[in-house]
């Protein structure tokens, strides 16, 4: 290994083939805990909730009243004027997340060659702007439409804004795999370097789509928590949990080659070593814990690693009665007994669920946790569900070495992705 941290052996051997190992160089976040790495990471250790009342909108009407809002966000500490017109709060957040991740990579790109840099960041769009956009078309007619309507709520806005920010001309994308798309995004990032198309990938989700509509109809579909305390709102594996809280936010990371890092001397966090895929099949809202358990296995084969090589899982964690028990069940599938030994903990116990965000920005959690050797805990945890009887991590933090690391991320509507990183080793 050398000084830089960066093992000395840069390939993976499968079979016949060879491909380069991946590594995380950089992180950067905005979501409800802080606007930086260094302030999410404070309020994760603390145990501290995010959680709140509604002020995005007149919520009189609505049977929730909490959410997990993003305080204190000034768009203008990111961009000119003219550019934040010309974007929504989405792809704001991306922008500051991915200037934190490049910056904390220390990534310079004019020594990059631009066009093995690329991006891929996975959205939602926010509905309230297609909802006026269709409004003032209505009372207007064409001729008033916005003439960017298309690029600002495209799924690939965030991805493009990125990239034309950082002059970074190589692939650029989204995917959409609704709750598992942050981790989707990193895991396909990670396999756009594997196949040599890229050097560098920055990676990971935003998403603001906090709004009335979304959040109208997944109260209607028992989703959401009606929980009065917003400190209480979200009690992942807890016997009373009631539903999730529906949150905003992004997360960002670098990823490089080792090659690549080694060459620049980059100081590297973890290597992601493997992802795996699977789809339910099964109900546009019910998990499947077989399939779940897949991802999960799949995973684990693509990293090279063993079950009893794990010893930490960052939880889908919903706080919903039905996704918790499921993965707990998918977790004992693929674990068995060694289940009961591996500490587990949900990052959205503290700042709810950010849909196409979560993912990422609980990657950036499990990085931090392996980089810090504390494992922030599962909070609300009261009371014990016979179903959901493994080790949580309730309420209080926990020293430990995490030198493998799962990270579940499960899709409303059954799209599955698991992601493995690992502390260096020569």
Not at 290 to 309: F, G, H, P, V
């Amino acid at each position: 290994m050398n000084a830089a941290g960066v093992p000395k052996n840069s390939m993976s051997s499968w079979g016949t083939i060879s491909v380069p190992r991946v590594v995380v160089t950089g992180l950067g976040t905005i979501n409800p805990l802080g606007l930086s790495v260094k302030d999410f990471w404070e309020g994760l250790v603390a145990g501290k909730s995010a959680i709140g009342t509604i002020t995005h909108f007149d919520a009189s009407n609505f049977r929730v009243k909490v959410d997990a809002e993003v305080h204190g966000f000034d768009a203008t500490d990111h961009m000119d004027l003219k550019a934040i017109d010309r974007t929504s709060r989405t792809i704001q957040f991306a922008i500051a997340a991915a200037k934190e991740a490049i910056q904390s990579a220390a990534l310079d790109m004019t020594q990059e060659n631009p066009e093995r840099v690329g991006v891929i960041i996975s959205t939602m769009t926010e509905q309230g702007y297609v909802v006026r956009g269709w409004e003032l078309y209505l009372k207007s007619g064409p001729r008033r439409a916005d003439p960017l309507f298309i690029t600002k709520s495209t799924a690939s806005a965030a991805s493009m804004q990125v990239g034309m920010m950082l002059g970074a001309k190589g692939p650029n994308s989204a995917v959409n795999s609704l709750c598992a798309s942050g981790a989707d995004a990193i895991g396909t990032a990670m396999n756009f370097i594997r196949l040599g198309y890229t050097d560098v990938m920055i990676a990971g989700g935003s998403d603001a789509s906090l709004e009335p509509v979304g959040m109208a109809g997944l109260d209607i579909l028992g989703a959401l928590s009606h929980e009065s305390d917003p400190s209480k709102a979200c009690r992942p594996f807890d016997l009373n949990r009631n539903g999730f809280v529906y949150s905003e936010g992004a997360g960002l990371v670098v990823l490089e080659s080792y090659e690549h890092a080694r060459k620049r001397g980059a100081a590297v966090l973890a290597e992601i070593a493997g992802a795996g895929w699977s789809f339910d099949a099964h109900d546009a809202t019910a998990p499947a814990p077989e399939s779940e358990a897949y991802a999960m296995r799949t995973a684990l084969q693509n990293a090279r690693a063993k079950i009893e090589d794990v010893d930490y899982i960052n939880a889908h964690g919903t706080s919903t009665k039905l996704n918790d028990a499921c993965e707990t069940e998918a977790i004992k599938m693929v674990f068995g007994e060694h289940a009961y030994k591996i500490p587990i903990s949900s990052t959205k116990s503290m700042i709810g669920h950010s849909i196409t965000a979560a993912g990422a920005i609980e990657t950036v959690a499990s990085i931090l946790i392996m980089n810090k050797g504390v494992i922030h805990p599962t909070i609300n945890y009261e009371t014990p569900d016979p179903e959901c009887d493994l080790d949580y991590v309730p309420n209080v933090a926990r020293p430990a070495q995490v030198n493998v690391c799962l990270k579940n991320s499960f899709g409303l509507g059954g799209e599955n992705c698991c992601l493995v990183f690992k502390r260096l080793k020569g």
